[in-house]
Each structure stands twice: as C-alpha cells, then as structure tokens.
C-alpha cells in the first residue's frame, strides 16, 4: 500500500494539491470523494463538498448547472465508463456511485470504498428519496450540519411556495420540456421529484399516463389535450426551446389547446427533473415566483 | 444481371388487391380510433371544418387525420424511393437502408445536433441531404469499378452503413443525454399536430413519381442487358444516376420529417413483386402502394396496442420487417446465372510455399503490439511508458482489456476463416453473416428477461443464438447455393433485427441500457479477470482444436462429392463445424460487440499473404485478429483519454477503412 502510494504520489499530486493537504487531519472523514452520477454530484455540492473528481462534466453543466461545480475538478469521463486508471491515480478516499450501476463497476471498490447510493426510489416520494440521500452523503463526509440546515431550508421554501401557491391550486398542471421538433416533449409524472414537489404544494398533476422510474416520459403534443383545465408549465432550456415554441407556433393542435388558447402556459427557468433537494427547492421557489404571476386564481 | 426470378406464377390483379387490403385494414383502424375520440354525427364537421374550440375535433383533424396521411404518404415515398433504387442498381435488396442513405442522413444530423444546433431550425431536411448523398456517392464510388454489380453495390451500403452508425454510435456515447431529443425525433415516430409534414411530403412524392414516369421507359430498358438499351439509343448510366438521384432525395426528405424508417422501402416493393408485380411499370405503381398500406397499418397497430404514443412505428417497423424480409428470401431464388458462389478462396494466383515463417513472424508481431498496448498509457501530463512497480498498479486494469481483446480478436478472426470455407464466400464473416446479431439479439434478451446471467452462462445464451442465426443464413445459403447477396442480407436483417431491439430498449428509459449500449458497441471496459480469463481460455481451446479439422476445411470447399469420395462425412464434419463457429463468434460477441469486421478483415489479410493452406491460415489469422483488437482497444483506451471510445467501435473504423480501401482495388468482377 505504501509503495502505491510513493509510487502513483509523484503522477497525482501536481493534480491533487491542496486537497491531499486536507486529508491528513482526519482520518474517518472522507474528505476526497469521487462522484459518478449527476444527483449525487449535486448532493455533494449542496453539502459544501467539492468532489476530488466527477464523471462527464459536460453532462452536470448542461443537465444540472446549479449548484455549479466549481473549475478544476477533473473529469473522469463516461459516468458509466469512468476512466479508472485516472481515478486511481487522483486516490479518492471515497467514491459516490449509483446502485443500478454496481453490477458492472464492482472493481470501483479496488481503488477506494465504494458508497453505492440509490439514485432512485420505487417506494418512497422522490423528495423523501432525496432527502435520504442528502443525510447518507453527508454522514460519509462529515457535513450533517450543512445537511440539517439544507433539509429545513428546503422545509421552509416548500412551506413557503405552498402557502404563495395556495390560492392557484384549482387548475391541474402539466409540466413538460418540450422537443426541438415541436412535435414530442418530455413530461414529467407524479412518481419523480417533479411530480412529488407538486404534490407537496398542493397542486395536482394533469399528466396521470404512465412514466419510467424517473417519472419521464416522452409523448406527441396532441397528448397535452387529455386535460382541458390544466395549465401548462414548461421548462425553458434556451435555443432548444425557442425552436419548439417556432414549431409550435404553426400548429393549429397546439394553438386550439385549452391551455394555450387561455393563455394558461408558463414558462419557467430548467430545474433538473431527476435532481435533489437543492433542485426540488429551487423548482418550489420558481412555482411560487410564476404561477402568481401567470396563473388564474382559483374561482 | 441479377434479377430475381419468382417461385410462384404471377397472377395480374394481386398486388392490386394486396395493397387496397393493407390500406383497408389500415383505414379501418383508424376509423376505429376516430370513433373512440369522436361520435360519428360530428365526423363530417370534424374532418372538414372543425370547432377550434372542440379539442376532440381538433384532434380528428389535425393529430389523427394527419397521421394516417404521414403513414400513407410516407410509405409510398419509401416504396418509391425502394423501387427507383431496386431498378437502377437492378437489385432487388436496394433501398435506402441497405444502402447507407439512413445512417448518412442519421450521423448528419446527429453531428449537426451537436455541433451547429441552429442548422437545424429550418434545414433538417438539407442536413440529412448532405449526409445521404455523401454516403451514396461514397457507395457508388467503391462500386464503380466493378460496374455497380448488385453484390458490390449491397456489400458498400452495408460497409459503409456499419462504418456511418459506429460513427454515430460513438457520439451518442459521448453525448447521450444531449441527444434524447434527437432519438425521440428521429426515432421514427408518425405523431402530428398539424399538416406541415403530410403537406410537405406530397409535392416531394408527386415530384418523384413524376420524375419515375418520365424515365419509365429508360429504366424499363435496364431490364433488358446493358448492350441492348444503349443500342436503342439510351445512355443507361445517365437513366441509372437521376434514378438514383430522385431516390436519395426523397429518402434523405422522409429522413428529416419523419426520421429513418427501415424495410417499408424494401418489403413494399418485394411483396408487390412477390404477389405479380412483375414489369417495371407494375412495380413503380404497386410496390408504393404497398408500402403505403404497411407502414400506414403498422403505425394504426402501434396507436392501437399503445395509446400513449411512446412507441415510435420506425422501431416496430424495423422488428415486423426484418422477419418478412427472411421470409421473403426464402420464397425469392437468384436466376440462373446468379447461383454460382465467387469462391476467390480456391483461386491459385498467390500460394506461399512455406507459411510457417509468416505465422511465427504474427505471433511475435503479437507480443509487440501487447507489450504496448500492457505498458503504454496517458495520465493528465501525457504519454507514460510505465516500468517496474508502476506498471504492476496499472496491469490490473490494463491486464484483463488486453486479454479480452486479444482472446476476441483471435476468435472472430479464426470463425471468419472457417466460415469463409464453409460456404466457399470470401465475403463471409461472423460480422456480415449476422452470426455475432444472433449472439448479440440473444444476450440482449437475456438482459432484459433473465437479468444477472454470470459470463459462463451468457456465452452459452450468446452461443444459441449465434447458432440459431448461423443455421438460419446457412439455410438461407444452401437454397441460393451460397449466393454471397442472400447470405449477407440475412445477415443485415439480423443486425437491423438487433437494433431495433435497441432503439426499443433506448426508448424505454431503462437504466440499463446505457450500459447495453456501451457492450453492444464493443467495450472491454467491465471485462474482469475472470471474464478475461474464460475468454482466453475459448480462444485457447479453438487454437488446439481448429487444427483438428484441417482437412474437413480443405475438402468442404470442393464439395460434396469429392468430399464424400475422399471419405468425409459431410454432414457430422459440417455439423461439428458449425457449432465450432457459433461458439467461437458467443465468446467473441460477448466481449467486443456484435461489429468489428475483424472476423473479415484478418482472414483476408491473411489470404492476400499467400497464407492458404487451413492450418496455417486459421493460426495466422487468429494471430493477426488478436493484433487488431488489442490495438483497437489500446486506441480506444488513449485517443480521446479521459473518455473511451469502445474497442469494437474503433475495429469497425479501422476494419471498415481497410475494407472501402480493399474494396477500391479490387478488380472489376
């Protein structure tokens, strides 16, 4: 083990720097944790936790962006085929994994103890699911004050958003991402964290069809037609969605929507859909924010 | 001339009524799905002027109306674009995907989706343009010299077909989640929520069917032979390129609005012909029609069994039509002239005398490459050549790839040999033939059925199915004596048979599928030690026991009778090697993928030695698969460091240059 460590030292530590630094005044602690999934990345930077190295960079900065990650953490690659030989040489101490992906990377455990946390519930409301993991990941690296305060701020948002929200609650929601070809969207069922937020606020979801463990699926627009009364939120992710709405617009289908012919479509930043709670709070507060303001109040 | 004579008389009126059936039975769905939306008093008002304040009117008109016209209108395209093509490259198995036009106009627009998003807004359709036409104009040039011949011309859209998707492959492995939309769009789903795309697609169709009645008569004369239509004052070449051009335009258009829909274009006009379509003329009007009245019934089928629209008809199309389209083979024979194999294997132009010095000089050629591939790596700082107690911390992870590789390389190599003399093909290989689809189809059933299979247990899983294809071609073959066109589209249907599984399991949002798609493109990634080692060790057992049958693979080649003379049991030597091949493809196919065209490349390169003789060949071969495997997996491993490009998919790109670079020397046939 010693020999491992003088030998593969010279290679990483130009790399690891300050944060080696940090590792040696506590030994239980992990203090430099690797992460190979985009919810758990969150997690650990809603903790205050940079992580020593992440899977696709690229992929948290376009799906996720908040909380941003900061510059200079390494990217391993793939997250289902982080390069190992680059983790190995960063000597993590811990490494954050998601449990469907443990048949295939068991020799993750040859370079650090692996955490295989489960990204996903089939039980429990997303939320719960989330804040679950928030306490997991905090307990393995040492932050369960930051995890205590997360957990009640997010409490408190919901809270709030639930009571702003109170008087826009009689018209059910869909919630969508809409493709780029204007003819499909993304929308998202009451078992993922979208879904459970809007439970949580009091509000009902229109979309009842079936969806995938995540709470997503993807269907044609003339779906958003099963509800006549339901207001239609949508996320906006910049010139994607600029190009559906082009689409859209030459649709007479989407023009004769209750929604869109009542001016009952809201638009609103992107949250992460399979995101924590830093993202399910964020998504709280946005409601809050555009349904007063767009939304018809109840009758 | 490689026209395909039917098995059964032609009797005039069927295919007529064969496409008025599929259309009636498509119609009559979709009056099904009307009534359920719709009571039948407020059809005519719904169908002709509806209440934009009725949603349910709305929909009649503007989502189902529409969908059945983009079935029926699309279909026709793809049956036209499939007869002009079939005609003009007088080969029945043309249509634009067999010949690359699909994964031209897919990797378009997937590297436009990722590269310059704002290509898209209002050119999807000049995007997937250019990569079709790239891709065909590729497909003739490696044709050309050999006169377009059928065969040539199937073998490079196949080629080049591979060789495009593992280029999109390898995107959508960087890029997954970037590209979802794009899946969903072009996964060939009929949804609508206005006329746009049924509106656009009539012009383009009534331009092309325009354009094929204009050039009815040249195109009728192809039928006849070339010499014949030129004497009538035709230059056959400029009849066969505008054919041929209106094809690729219409295909690269249902491409971009509807997405890459496979086999309508192919099964419409076989069914049609197979039903008495048998003139040109019959074909360009029924064989759309049937397409047509298939994908139209299919995509009312899909709305019927799946009413939340997740289903996109393209991925169900591909999956109903790869089975007719095996049907369809066996009920199709070639014409006379067309029987005989090309058995380039027995051609005496270039015997090495003494091999045995070619081989020793593979192995140690070998043990090069894998010295480098163990000790040559990339860290952050750059290139590292590691020694000693460093190198011992990276064999771990290194060590298992390496050996995998090298045990897959050697086997597909060693399968494409026996294969290769099996069938007297010098275009046979696990890849072409579809054997490691077989392999592949079987394991991704296994993943989704019977979950948490060991290695052992999935060699055999992947072994059964590489077998069951292998039996199926080999059927296939033996109808057509072997012809290199039947057997390689079995193999096709098989492969596309696997992807549309795949594009089933991309849709279904399992979290596993990222997964099976990195397998399917051939990562030595999760490969353990174990893993390694059971693969290896088949590699191993294949070496040892090849050699036994040395003399089954001398003789099988000069057929039956000589073999029964020289006192070879045909059928037990046969039957042993078969299995032998099934086995060697699961143990490959499991490891690098079921595309690598290693099992083609390294038997060829080894032919083009001089190395002929079964022993010496079988053992070069080996040696210089394993070479290749291990390089494309050592490439792989450093080309794009940190991320990975998958073993499997850099063997198809190096596999596949070195097959269009062999495919540009070879003589015309």
Known sequence: MLTRRALLGGISLALAGPAVARAQDSEPIARRVACLDLLLTETLLTLGVTPAAVGNIPLYDRLVAEPALPDGVPDLGPLQEPNLELLQQLRPDLILAPSWAEVGQADLERIAPVAWLPTFSTRKPALDHARDLLLRAAALTGRDAEAKAWSDRADAALAEARRVIEPWTERPVYVVRFNEDGRHAAIFGGSGMIGDVLSRLGLRNAWTGRTNVWGTVSIGIEQLAGNAEAQLIHFNRGAETERAMRQLAASPLWAALPAVRQGRVIEMPVVYPNGGVASATRFAQQLARVLPAHGSENG | MADVALSRPAMAGRPALLAALLIAAALALFLHHLRTLLPTAEWQQALTAPDPADMRQMLAQYSLLPRLAVGLLGGAALGLAGVLFQQALRNPLAEAGTLGVFAGARLALIAASLSAPALLDAGQEAVALLGSAAAIALILLLSWRQKLAPIAVIL???????????????????NHQALTDLFVSQGGSLNQNSWDVALALVPRLALAALAGALMLRPLTLLDLDEDGARGLGLSPAAARLAAIAVAVLLSASVAALIGPIGFIGLAGPAIARLAGARRFRDRLVWGPAVSAGLLALTDQLVQFVDASGAVPTGAVTALLGAPLLLWLLRRLRPAAGEARPDRPAMSADHRRRHPWPWVVGALLLLGLVVWAALALGRTPEGWRWSLGGELDLLLPWRAPRVAAALGAGFMLATAGVVLQRLTGNAMASPELLGVSSGAALALILAAVVLPGLDRLALTGVAGLGALAALLAVLSLGRRSAFSSEHMLLAGTALT?????????????????????????????????????????????????????????????????ATGRALGVSLSRSRVALLLLTAALTAGATLTVGPLSFVGL???????????????????????????????????????????????????????????????????PA
Not at chain 2, 157 to 163: Q, W
Not at chain 2, 633 to 653: E, S
């Open chain 2, 156 to 174: 490079a859209g196949l080629v080049v077909t591979f060789y495009l998707d593992a280029g999109s492959k390898m995107l959508v492995l960087f």
């Open chain 2, 496 to 560: 596309t048979v696997a992807g549309a599984f795949m594009i089933a399991l991309l849709f279904s949002g399992d979290p596993r599928t990222a997964l099976l798609l990195g397998w399917l493109s051939g990562s030595t990634y999760g490969v353990s030690a174990r893993d390694a080692a059971i693969t290896c060790g088949l590699a191993l057992a294949a070496a040892l026991i090849l050699p036994l049958a040395g003399r089954w693979l001398t003789i099988l080649p000069l057929g039956a």
């Open chain 2, 601 to 667: 490349m390294a038997p060829h390169m080894v032919r083009m030695l001089g190395i002929r003789r079964p022993t010496p060949q079988i053992l070069a071969a080996g040696l210089l698969g394993a070479g290749l495997m291990v390089l494309a997996d050592w490439l792989g491993r450093v080309v794009a460091f940190p991320w990975q490009v998958p073993a499997g998919l850099v063997a198809t790109f190096v596999g596949g240059t070195y097959f269009i670079w062999l495919m540009q020397r070879r003589r």
